[in-house]
């Protein structure tokens, strides 16, 4: 038994709402999950509520973290701009410790995710510095370094998949033109494997797992941008340890072992410097959960 209380953690996403109780040690002890309303505003606030109360009055929850798409502000309490979730300027914070009455953090989930597996994950054996690279739908990151989330003066700081990888290159969402994120992500992997017809990246994931030549090809290219872009970070950061995260690294080895391979050949040999572990993240997809309820916990009694 631990002395640290229980922590509720809550990730919404695009899709889903999932409430987990979480433990000092990161292990969930129970969990709870709802459809994201396609609605979004209102409806979305109403399930958020019910599914914290909902744990919150069966555990005794000493603080609740909240992992979120979207923009965070600096103080961890409001959702300003989440596009999927259709919400602006969400008071989260406000809500919850209302509803609750426990302190209430919130934090971008990729921030979380990268908290998460830095304390309990892929580089719990890390004493300061992890470095996260979620590749999903889209390509994203979170920084560890001194043994805290880097954050950064608008909170946004960890998106490498808005690192420009070719000059001039394909238009990305965010407005530049060429980013990590067009070369590295699900949207990019599908894109490499269109000649085998492929609806989307899980239909991708399974062939290439089965062998197939068309998806490992496509895993294969997606895996070299990540190195490259991977041998960049490194450089500018010197992490002890670097984390390969998002739906994409569940495939596995198909991702891993040409991510690998790249990035020995893209990192040479640092002047001799010792080289960061490079790993598959460990937390699946509740790491954001996982972390959030963690980051609550640790900060619960920090001035606001
Ligand atoms: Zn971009």
Redo the contacts with the bound molecule.
Sequence with gaps: MTAEPLALGLDIGGTKVVGGVVDADGTIISTIRRGTPAAGGNALRDVVVAVARDLGERFPVAAIGVGTAGLVDPARSTVLFATHLGWRNEPVRALLEAACDVPVLVENDANAAAWAEFRFGAARDATDSVIMVTVGTGVGGGFVLGGELVRGATTTAGEV??MVAVRGGRL???G?NG?L?QYASGHALVRYARDGGFLDGTAVAAAARMGDPVATGAFRQVAEWLARGVADIVQLLDPQVVVIGGGLAEAGDVLMDPLLEVYRKESGDRGGWPQPQVRAAELGNLAGLVGAADLARRHRGSPR
């Design positions: 998949g808005h990305c969402g965010c530049r980013c994120d």
